[in-house]
């Protein structure tokens, strides 16, 4: 089983930077691909960006692709994601999640953490 613990939300500027964190544990990291969500107030739950095991690919979603970077250092098991220039629409839980490959995460991933708020203030 795969724990994944999500750090690093709060409450930010418009224009401004957060760094998420995701403390992977139960698995070596480098076996998972892994990825981001977010779901803001009455919407879905929607794909922001993943990583490839060994971190030679990434995806971003369209509305992130410029501003966020998605990381991960497999060593300390732990997956980032860098939030620049952020927005008002950018207000969201965001998730950590993963799975076997990239593929996998988009139309489902396997594991799920609780999820950390992010809150842009215009």
């Known amino acids: 089983q795969v724990q994944l613990v999500e750090s690093g939300g709060g409450l930010v500027q418009a224009g401004g930077s957060l760094r998420l964190s995701c403390a992977a544990s139960g698995r070596t990291l480098s076996t998972l691909a892994m990825g981001w969500f977010r779901q803001a107030p009455g919407k879905e739950r929607e794909f922001v960006a993943a990583?490839?095991?060994?971190?030679?690919?990434?995806y971003y979603a369209d509305s992130v692709k410029g501003r966020f970077t998605i990381s991960r250092d497999n060593v300390k098991n732990t997956v980032y994601l860098q939030m620049n220039s952020l927005k008002p629409e950018d207000t969201a839980v965001y998730y950590c999640?993963?799975?076997?490959?990239?593929?996998?995460?988009?139309?489902?991933?396997?594991?799920w953490g609780q999820g950390t708020q992010v809150l842009v203030s215009s």
């Open positions: 999640a993963a799975g076997p490959v990239t593929a996998s995460l988009r139309s489902g991933p396997d594991y």
């Open positions: 990583i490839s095991r060994n971190g030679g690919y990434t």
